[in-house]
């Protein structure tokens, strides 16, 4: 219990620090999360316009919301390396400035389809995962 405590208090401090100094990054890295808290929507949402990289690399996520994609729409670089991902939802193709995701070492299967509808994008990192 203690180390959950931990975690919350992580990612706490890393959204109250984005926020605060209205920084164009929000880093969840290494907390944790087996889902991205829906309570960040809410304290980031003055600034979610401004936000151009996320990363949520190294948690335990198994899956991203549609909201994600469009609460962040402004994303550039999003960072989902190290988690338990198979599939990606069909709301990213809203993520039209997005230049560079990272997802290696999840569990694809097949290279994501939501990817494909995006033009911007430059860079796809898929190592480590079972993608034929």
Do not use: W
């Not at 984005?18 to 969840?28: A, F, Q, Y």
């Not at 390396?81 to 709301?91: D, F, K, Y």
Request: hydrophobic share 45%.
């Amino acid at each position: 219990m203690h180390k959950m405590g931990e975690a919350v208090a992580r990612v706490a401090r890393r959204v109250n620090d984005t926020v605060e100094n209205e920084r164009d990054s929000l880093d969840l890295a290494d907390c944790k999360l087996v889902a991205f808290p829906v309570g960040i929507y809410k304290a980031v949402r003055s600034v979610a316009h401004g936000i151009r990289r996320v990363s949520l690399a190294n948690n335990e996520l198994r899956a991203l919301a549609g909201s994600f994609a469009t609460a962040f729409g402004q994303l550039r670089e999003l960072n989902l390396e190290g988690n338990q991902l198979q599939r990606l939802p069909e709301e990213l193709r809203v993520l039209q400035q997005l230049r560079a995701i990272n997802l290696s070492r999840n569990r694809f299967c097949r290279f994501p389809e939501p990817l494909a509808a995006l033009g911007a994008l430059e860079t796809v990192e898929l190592a480590h995962n079972e993608v034929a």
